[in-house]
């Protein structure tokens, strides 16, 4: 409720958002809490809204948690993209979902994934970062989280002339992608912040919620959500379904008579 309160959505729309992203990271139910929290507290200091956040990340959580990347960062990576682009959030989601898959084929060494991607080639990709001194493998040549590679990547980007910065960028995320690619990777001072107010988000929604709840339109939107509750837990009840099937008869009676 409070998700779908500070996102200005209906009740349905946000028990979807903030159930893709808690399968997708595999958190547990009683985490639901901190996704708000860092979902709001984001919102409160850049400009995206929470709406805007949980749409992008219902499209990227899945296939970024098996990158390795965290709740947290993931978010993070998504509100900078929203913030530089204005783009919708739609496009922000699938945008980020495809950088990671591009990333993630590096395993395997394909191409073409959901046919959205051009040939990507391990060897390329790893001689640009390598070139910058990024290493995609740990010392046990295991892939490294790839939040920790395009953290450590943006941190020296305002360092590379643009010729590389378009190299690297064209070879690790695409023509499709390579806007975007460079809109998370420019102003890496601004990620930085944004990660301190994630990490710091404990109890903000909760904050966020009290100041609205004071307001008129709260309580507008808590009727609209609660009878979103309601539709949704007497959706599969028998009795309510008999009943609402009686008053449905009642109606069109009533309906039929002339009453002029």
Request: hydrophobic letters at 40%; proline letters at 0%; charged letters at 25%.
């Amino acid at each position: 409720m409070k998700l779908a309160t500070l996102a200005g959505s209906d009740f349905s729309t946000a028990t979807k958002e903030m159930t893709s992203t808690l399968h997708g990271f595999n958190m547990e139910m009683n985490e639901g809490s901190h996704i708000t929290d860092v979902y709001s507290e984001l919102a409160a200091h850049a400009a995206a809204s929470v709406d805007e956040i949980a749409k992008a990340m219902e499209r990227t959580a899945a296939i970024a948690n098996s990158a390795g990347m965290s709740f947290e960062n993931t978010a993070v990576f998504l509100t900078h993209m929203l913030e530089t682009t204005q783009e919708g959030a739609e496009n922000i989601g699938t945008s980020l979902k495809t950088i990671i898959a591009r990333f993630g084929e590096l395993k395997n060494n394909v191409s073409d994934v959901e046919g959205d991607m051009e040939s990507i080639d391990l060897n390329k990709v790893d001689k640009a970062l390598k070139s910058v001194g990024i290493q995609l493998k740990d010392e046990n040549l295991q892939f490294r989280n790839l939040d920790e590679v395009l953290l450590e990547l943006s941190s020296k980007w305002s360092s590379l002339d643009r010729n590389t910065q378009r190299y690297i960028a064209t070879i690790a995320a695409g023509s499709r992608q390579q806007s975007r690619f460079l809109a998370l990777m420019e102003g890496y001072d601004r990620t930085a912040e944004l990660i301190d107010t994630a990490a710091n988000s404990t109890g903000k929604a909760n904050q966020q919620f009290s100041k609205y709840s004071d307001t008129v339109e709260y309580r507008i939107n808590k009727i609209k959500t609660l009878w979103e509750e309601f539709k949704v837990s007497i959706v599969d009840n028998e009795l309510w379904k008999d009943l609402l099937d009686r008053l449905t008869h009642v109606l069109e009676k009533l309906s039929s008579l002339n009453l002029k």
